[in-house]
Structure formats: structure tokens, C-alpha cells
């Protein structure tokens, strides 16, 4: 599952071969279009280095049709897969398949096409053709070792996004699925994908087949705990622990965090404490609790001591970075977020510095902390360019922001990431109807994709258009994530809209419960407001602040309630 990356000499040279053992005239064709496909292959490569993924894979897929040369079809497909150019990776798929039908390689660059452009059922067909073809047992994992069904689904998670390869896996009645370790991963896979229900019966599924009780249990219980389900999440915990005892250790307490139930987490945790094994675990839980709730003191304190621990140095030296952020110590902040370079917290941390140098006039530097190094896959590359461009849209350049993503659209030209952050941007700028069009293109196009969907449904939602097309979107985008909170915050928005505050309150207060988010908060808040419960109200907007401290909805909110609000104190991270 690995890209198959060679030298542009070694590829031209793959191409010219192909013309030996031809007839005369077929020779001087197939010469003419091997010295086509290199010039195609050359100046792909030169494409390549320049970032111009589109004229890369464009140039690297017509190549392939040219030469009946598999090798080359394959470099095509990777380039295409890894450039997010899900058409040209389509169209070299499908020749390699014509060269060697039979090749499981070829079948996979098709399924991940196909997932890229969000054709589930094709995906699936060619996935399940993967599995007949003998796929799994030629697997490899970048090391080149052996994979097995668990770890191949948690690589097509990655590769091409959870929600829709669960979506392609959902039904898929193959052997290698069925197996107790291959129904585990799926459950796990549902939980990812905000599918709760789901997740248990694959849980049960895994269990009945002999998967590991600790495991299974353990995915149950987060279940449970998300569906708000408290006696039976709690029951799975312990038969969690009871099954693994010095693994699950934690399984209660953290069952009773994704419950809400904070005071009786915090005395298990201080238990847990007393237990040497298990004490850095449980401090580090309970630096994250008192970060959660605003005590930053006690969350100082925790991480200090965590700093000794080779184990939770990193997460300790972020989260007293974060602290310093909130309290706008900005020197103290920077000097700690910058010590996390190339570590796990490398990324969220070099967000947080250019977001600090950014408000303080440093926004070269700021801008050039997100940039990509020469060295960066494209994938890296891409994520570089919308994360300055968010930078740009967060601090009030809404012109720059959107042409830095018009910059990246002429380099990866229709890459559904870079055209779904173009909605949001221009919704940002106050560009409404702009944004709207936006997603109704990328809807067309893609109309199984949940996020695509609820993003769409939101905004007409948002500015009282088509409620009842807003609500169709948003009911068909949690049929597959039903319990997604930011689309559940859509769902209670919505309500919200239509006057129907108190079926709105329970979706809204369920959505923060899952994602501790500002702008979830800010609406939880309204409604509350709206309902009477005024105190209530205020403890939203405040748990909302503390979440995210600079959040625009929440003091637009509290400021329409009239409600005094406090100086904002930077804006934290949590991980």
C-alpha cells in the first residue's frame, strides 16, 4: 500500500522499453509516443517539484495511455492518488487494469479513486475485487512487512477519510471481515465515524467471533457513554477491567469523562493516583480535566510535575504552553510551543505560534512558520496552504485568505478539500451567496458526502433559506454519522430557526457534551437564552469560553442577551 516512487530517468526509460519486439511500423509508432511519454514524464516531474500537482498528474495519465507499459500506469495512479487528483488517479487506475487485470495493486489505487471521489459503491466493488484478487495477502505496510484486515482498514481510514471508507465497508460480507480482530476494527472504525450504534453491533459481532473480551468491551463502553447510555457504559467498563485488568485500569474514569459525570472521574482518578503503575496516567488525565474546566492552577500544577516523565514531557511541556497562551504570558507560550519542533505536537503547536506572532504584527513570520518544507509530500503541502490561508481568514484578510486558496486551486485544481475550505472562507468574508454556490457544485458532484452535505444545509439553515431542504441535508448527513456533533449542532440549529427551541436544546446540549466547541456553545447558549433558563444560558456561553476564549459567536450571543462579558485570554488548543 505504499506510493511506488522512481526516478524520472528509470520511468522514461520503462517507457522507451516497451517499443522492443514491434514491427517495423508498429516500432516507429511506438517510438513516437515513447519519446511523447517522456517529454509527458519530464516535464511531469519538473511539475512536481514546482507543486503543480494537476499538470503532474495530467501529464503523467495521458503518458500512461500512450505506452502499454503497467509500471508507468502505476506511477500515474500514484502521483494522481497523492496529488488528491481523483480523476486522472481514476483514469490511470483503469488502465493499469486493462494491462494486468489481475493485479491487486491496481485494484486498490481504483478503490482509493473512487473513495476520493466519493463513488461508494464503485469503491466497494473494487475493494471486494481486491479481496478476491488475493489483495490482503500481497499487502504491505511502508516497512514492507505483512499486513493484516485490522491494520489494512485502519490504512484506508487514513488514506482516504473514515467516513467514507466505513461507508464502502458497511455490508461487505467477505471472510477477512468477519473474523473477530477484523469486526473490532470496524467497530473502532465506527466510533471514529460518530456511529455509535453501529459501533456496538460490530463490537458484539467482534465478540461473538472471538475477539478480545477487553477490547470489545471497551469499545461498548465508549459507545454506551456517547449515547448517553450511563448503567450499561459503566457495566462494559468494568467487564473491560475485569477481562485486562492492568490494561483497562482507566476504563471507568473514562467512561465517567465521556459522560460528563467530572466530580466521580476526578475521585476515581485520584484513586488511580495512589497506584504507582498507573499514577503519571492518571495525573496527566487529571491535568487535562482541570485544563478543561478553566483551572489552570491546578492544571499547572499537574503538568509540572508530569514534565520529569519521559512519556508525558511532550504533552506536559504543550499544555503549559497552552496555560501561559490563555493567561496571554505570549513569551512564555511561544518559548514552550517552539520547544515541541518536530515532535507528535509538532503541528498543533506551530499552529498555536503563528496564530501568537500573527496578532503581534510578526506576520511574515508568522505566515512562513505554516509554510511546508522543500522536502513535504503534497498531501503536506496542500494542508500548509489552508492552514495559512485560515490564518489569513482568523485575523480579518478575508481577500488574501481566498487567494491564497485560489493559488493552491491552479496547483491542485478540483481537490474537494481545497473547495470545501473555499466555502467556508467566503462565508467568513460575509460572501453568502458565493459560498452557498460553492457547495451546491461540490454537492452535485459529491452527494454521498456527509460533510459536503451538512456544510450546505447549515448555511441555508443559518440564514433562514429552504428550511426544508436544510433539514433534508442535514437528516441525510446523519443517517451515516448520527451522532456527529457538528452535525447534531446543525439538526438543533435548525430547530432553533423554526422556532423550535425545546427540541433544539437536547440536541444542542448533547452536541457540546461530545466536542467541547465554542461555536456549538454559542448556539447551546441562544437557545437556553431563548427557553427562559438564563442562568443556564450564561454557564453555556461561559463553558463555550473556556473551550474556545476568543469565539466570535459566543460574544456576538452574549452580546445580543446583554450579558457582560470578560476579556478574552488568548485562545487555547485542547488535544
Given at each position: 500500500m505504499?506510493p511506488?516512487?522512481?526516478s524520472?530517468?528509470?520511468?522514461a526509460?520503462?517507457?522507451s522499453?516497451a517499443t522492443?519486439c514491434l514491427p517495423?511500423?508498429?516500432?516507429a ?11 509527458l514524464i ?5 511539475a ?8 503532474a498528474?495530467?501529464?503523467y ?6 505506452t502499454?507499459d503497467?509500471?508507468l500506469?502505476?506511477?500515474a ?9 481523483y480523476?486522472?488517479a ?9 494491462l494486468?487485470?489481475?493485479?491487486p ?5 481504483a478503490?482509493?479513486a ?12 473494487a475493494?471486494?475485487s481486491w479481496?478476491k484478487?488475493g489483495?490482503l ?6 516497512d ?5 484486515m485490522?491494520?489494512t482498514?485502519?490504512?484506508m481510514?487514513?488514506?482516504?477519510g473514515v467516513?467514507a ?13 468477519q ?9 473502532d ?10 459501533a456496538?453491533q ?7 467471533a ?24 459503566m ?5 473491560a477491567?475485569d477481562?485486562?485488568?492492568k490494561?483497562q485500569g ?14 466521580e ?7 488511580l ?8 496516567q492518571?495525573?496527566?488525565r487529571?491535568g487535562?480535566m ?10 499547572q ?20 504552553a497552552?496555560?501561559a497562551?490563555?493567561?496571554n504570558?505570549?513569551?512564555t507560550a511561544?518559548?514552550?510551543?517552539q520547544?515541541l519542533?518536530?515532535?507528535a505536537?509538532d503541528?498543533?503547536?506551530?499552529d ?8 503581534q504584527?510578526?506576520?511574515?513570520q508568522a505566515?512562513?512558520v505554516l509554510?511546508?518544507t522543500?522536502?513535504?509530500s503534497p ?12 490564518l489569513?481568514?482568523n485575523n480579518g484578510?478575508?481577500?488574501q ?7 493552491a ?5 478540483g ?10 472562507l ?7 451567496e458565493?459560498a ?5 457544485s461540490?454537492y452535485?458532484d459529491?452527494p ?10 447549515y448555511l441555508l ?21 448520527p451522532?456527529?456533533p457538528?452535525?447534531?449542532d446543525?439538526?438543533?440549529w435548525?430547530?432553533?430557526r423554526?422556532g423550535?427551541l425545546?427540541?433544539a436544546?437536547?440536541l444542542?446540549?448533547?452536541a457540546f457534551?461530545?466536542?467541547q466547541?465554542?461555536?456549538?456553545g454559542?448556539?447551546?447558549g ?6 427562559g433558563d438564563k442562568a443556564?444560558?450564561?454557564?453555556a ?12 459567536l459566543v460574544r ?10 470578560m ?7 485542547s488535544?
Amino acid at each position: 500500500m505504499t506510493p511506488r516512487y522512481r526516478s524520472v530517468a528509470t520511468v522514461a526509460l520503462l517507457a522507451s522499453a516497451a517499443t522492443a519486439c514491434l514491427p517495423l511500423a508498429a516500432q516507429a509508432r511506438g517510438a513516437r509516443d515513447a519519446e511523447d511519454s517522456n517529454a509527458l514524464i519530464m516535464t511531469a516531474e519538473i511539475a512536481l517539484q514546482r507543486d503543480d500537482c494537476g499538470r503532474a498528474s495530467s501529464n503523467y495519465a495521458i503518458a500512461a495511455q500512450r505506452t502499454a507499459d503497467a509500471k508507468l500506469a502505476a506511477r500515474a495512479a500514484d502521483v494522481a492518488l497523492d496529488c488528491g487528483q481523483y480523476q486522472a488517479a481514476e483514469r490511470a487506475a483503469a488502465r493499469w487494469r486493462s494491462l494486468v487485470p489481475t493485479e491487486p495493486a491496481a485494484l486498490q489505487a481504483a478503490m482509493r479513486a473512487d473513495l476520493g471521489l466519493y463513488r461508494i459503491d464503485d469503491a466497494r466493488g473494487a475493494f471486494e475485487s481486491w479481496l478476491k484478487s488475493g489483495g490482503l495477502s500481497e499487502a504491505r505496510s511502508p516497512d514492507q512487512g505483512p499486513v493484516d484486515m485490522p491494520a489494512t482498514v485502519k490504512l484506508m481510514a487514513q488514506e482516504s477519510g473514515v467516513p467514507a471508507t466505513l461507508a464502502m465497508l458497511r455490508g461487505v460480507q467477505a471472510g477477512p471481515l468477519q473474523t473477530g480482530a477484523a469486526q473490532l476494527a470496524l467497530a473502532d472504525l465506527a466510533l471514529d465515524g460518530w456511529n455509535y450504534r453501529e459501533a456496538l453491533q460490530y463490537a458484539q459481532n467482534a465478540l461473538h467471533a472471538g475477539a478480545p473480551v477487553a477490547g470489545a468491551q471497551l469499545v461498548l463502553a465508549r459507545a454506551h457513554a456517547g449515547l448517553g447510555e450511563a448503567d450499561q457504559a459503566m457495566a462494559a467498563a468494568a467487564a473491560a477491567h475485569d477481562a485486562a485488568p492492568k490494561e483497562q485500569g482507566f476504563a471507568a474514569a473514562d467512561v465517567l469523562m465521556m459522560l460528563g459525570r467530572d466530580r466521580e472521574a476526578r475521585t476515581a482518578l485520584e484513586t488511580l493516583q495512589d497506584n504507582p503503575a498507573l499514577h503519571t496516567q492518571a495525573q496527566r488525565r487529571l491535568g487535562l480535566m482541570a485544563f478543561n474546566r478553566g483551572d489552570y492552577d491546578e492544571a499547572q500544577r499537574d503538568f509540572s510535575e508530569l514534565l520529569s516523565d519521559h512519556d508525558s514531557a511532550a504533552i506536559a511541556v504543550y499544555y503549559l504552553a497552552a496555560i501561559a497562551d490563555r493567561r496571554n504570558d505570549v513569551a512564555t507560550a511561544l518559548r514552550g510551543y517552539q520547544l515541541l519542533a518536530g515532535s507528535a505536537l509538532d503541528a498543533a503547536a506551530r499552529d498555536r505560534v503563528a496564530t501568537l506572532l500573527y496578532k503581534q504584527g510578526q506576520h511574515k513570520q508568522a505566515l512562513e512558520v505554516l509554510k511546508a518544507t522543500d522536502q513535504s509530500s503534497p498531501p503536506a503541502r496542500l494542508n500548509a496552504e489552508i492552514a495559512q490561508a485560515q490564518l489569513l481568514s482568523n485575523n480579518g484578510e478575508a481577500d488574501q485568505s481566498l487567494a491564497r486558496i485560489d493559488d493552491a486551486l491552479a496547483r491542485f485544481p478540483g481537490h474537494p478539500d481545497l473547495l470545501y475550505q473555499k466555502s467556508i472562507l467566503l462565508e467568513k468574508a460575509g460572501r453568502t451567496e458565493a459560498a452557498i454556490a460553492q457547495l451546491e457544485s461540490l454537492y452535485h458532484d459529491r452527494p454521498q458526502d456527509g460533510t459536503i452535505a451538512n456544510a450546505l444545509g447549515y448555511l441555508l439553515a443559518d440564514h433562514n433559506r429552504d428550511l426544508g431542504r436544510a433539514e433534508r441535508l442535514i437528516g441525510a448527513a446523519l443517517k451515516s454519522e448520527p451522532d456527529n456533533p457538528a452535525i447534531l449542532d446543525s439538526m438543533g440549529w435548525l430547530d432553533y430557526r423554526r422556532g423550535m427551541l425545546r427540541e433544539a436544546q437536547p440536541l444542542l446540549e448533547r452536541a457540546f457534551r461530545l466536542a467541547q466547541d465554542g461555536d456549538i456553545g454559542a448556539h447551546w447558549g441562544e437557545v437556553l437564552w431563548g427557553l427562559g433558563d438564563k442562568a443556564k444560558a450564561r454557564e453555556a456561553w461561559s463553558r463555550a469560553l473556556i473551550a474556545d476564549p476568543d469565539n466570535a459567536l459566543v460574544r456576538a450571543a452574549q452580546k445580543r442577551a446583554g450579558v457582560p462579558q470578560m476579556p478574552s485570554s488568548g485562545t487555547g488548543t485542547s488535544i
